[in-house]
């Protein structure tokens, strides 16, 4: 990292701003799909996920992504890719929202939307080189 790159970091956004999120980062047309997407993701990753609260995060370079509310590490099975392990309620946040992020891009097609959903894509795996657990996530999304 040189010296004028600022690391990217994450807010979580507040109960006020929670009905905000979702159309402003998924677009108002995808933004039921794009929720769902995230947690079906989620729950076909891992088999220790059930259902719960949600916190949503904006990025500082204007990336985003949802982790639900747990206090205990998940395991994180990928068929596709072979990976197997743990990793934080964060980082499974972070990769259910990449692959759910790859999936809509791709249903959105070369739209407007399309190319804003790929933005937001880059902005987020951009970010997860600067979270604790970036080489679980990226061994997860690789």
Same mark, same amino acid.
């Given at each position: 990292m040189s010296n004028q790159e600022q690391p990217v970091t994450a807010s979580v956004v507040s109960a006020?701003?929670?009905?905000?999120?979702?159309?402003?980062?998924?677009?108002?047309?995808l933004m039921m799909r794009g929720e769902a997407l995230v947690y079906t993701w989620l729950r076909r990753l891992s088999e220790d996920y059930?259902?719960?609260f949600w916190h949503y995060y904006t990025?500082?370079?204007?990336?985003?992504?949802?982790a639900p509310e747990a206090d205990k590490r998940m395991r994180i099975e990928v068929y596709g890719n *072979?990976?197997?392990g743990e990793m934080s =309620?964060? /980082?499974?946040?972070?990769?259910?929202?990449l692959f759910a992020l790859c999936q809509l891009t791709s249903?959105? *097609?070369?739209?407007d939307d399309g190319a =804003?959903? /790929?933005?937001?894509?880059?902005?987020?795996?951009?970010f997860a080189a600067y979270h604790p657990e970036a080489a679980l996530i990226y061994r997860a999304i690789d």
């Open positions: 006020g701003q929670r009905l905000d999120f979702l159309p402003a980062y998924f677009g108002p047309r059930n259902g719960g990025l500082t370079n204007g990336g985003f992504y949802m *072979g990976f197997a =309620a964060d /980082a499974a946040g972070i990769v259910a929202t249903e959105a *097609g070369q739209t =804003a959903l /790929a933005d937001r894509y880059h902005f987020l795996r951009d």
